[in-house]
């Protein structure tokens, strides 16, 4: 009994002192760092930080409209403008003077003013913009400012001693809308072909909603270990975000809210 009793408060005496000195796997807590009328910038883990602006639609007021910062080794990689060259100035200055980063590169994910309404702001900057082919295409179309440099299929860039990877896997909200990935820390930034948990629809007039759920589904096979996912609009999370994308388009309901080509 006494050997039982000595083997058994070892036992607890290693597991409190293990769980005592391990970290939490999922111990980072998300914290607002900077917030203006404008612009909110939210870091969501070590090295990635969600940037918010506002886009002024007549029916909703101001609709929350996000992108992503990622960094390492004093660059920084971003992924869709503000919504305006105001908002993009701020972003700019921040990532300059509060990350202390050199942005290497912009990459809208889509032609929407939601993803390149503030290029000229980086522009102006001589810092260079990449995009899709056919985001270009649609941009020059609309009369709107056109990201510098294209890429068919998949881009990889450096960022510090790190890789994004932006790339297309077809057809959804648009037909150019690409997803961002940062693997280092699976964080991606899935843009507006990913919905918040609860989303609508959302606008559909340049949508390929019969294609939406099988491209979702593609990233999802490309990327089982991705941990948080940031969407065009609203509330980040998890993975279950593209499982909620997939079956919103996957039914028959079309209960959309029409934003003026936004979420």
């Known amino acids: 009994m006494k050997i039982f009793f000595k083997v058994f408060l070892t036992l607890i005496v290693s597991i409190t002192i293990f769980n005592c000195s391990s970290p939490k796997k999922y111990g980072f807590k998300s ?3 900077y917030k203006s009328e404008d612009l909110i910038i939210t870091q969501i883990s070590e090295n990635t930080f969600e940037h918010t602006s506002f886009k002024q639609t007549n029916d909703f007021g101001y609709v929350p409209c996000n992108g992503l910062i990622v960094r390492n080794s004093n660059e920084a990689i971003i992924f869709d403008t503000p919504t305006n ?3 993009a100035e701020k972003l700019i200055k921040w990532v300059n003077e ?5 942005i290497n590169a912009i990459i809208p994910t889509h032609f929407h003013d939601d993803c390149l309404g503030g290029l000229k702001a980086f522009h102006n900057q001589n810092i260079p913009s990449y995009a899709y082919f056919r985001t270009i295409e649609l941009a ?3 009369g709107l400012e056109v990201p510098k440099n294209s890429f068919i299929d998949s881009l990889i860039l450096k960022v510090g001693n790190e890789t994004i990877v932006a790339k297309s896997f077809g057809e959804g909200h648009t037909k150019d809308n690409v997803i961002g990935y940062f693997s280092s820390e699976n964080v991606m930034f899935g843009g507006c072909l990913i919905k918040e948990i609860g989303a609508s629809k959302g606008y559909l007039g340049d949508a390929n909603v019969a294609e939406w759920s099988g491209t979702v589904e593609k990233i999802k096979k490309q990327y089982p270990n991705v941990q948080i996912v940031v969407p065009g609009h609203g509330k980040y999370g998890n993975k279950k975000l593209l499982d909620y994308t997939i ?3 996957n039914t028959q309901a079309f209960g959309s809210q029409m934003f003026n080509k936004n979420p």
Request: hydrophobic share 25%; aromatic share 6%.
């Open 140 to 142: 020059k179309e609309d």
């Open 247 to 249: 079956g919103l388009f």
């Open 31 to 33: 914290k607002k760092i």
């Open 98 to 102: 509060s990350l202390h980063c050199k």
């Open 85 to 87: 060259d105001q908002s």
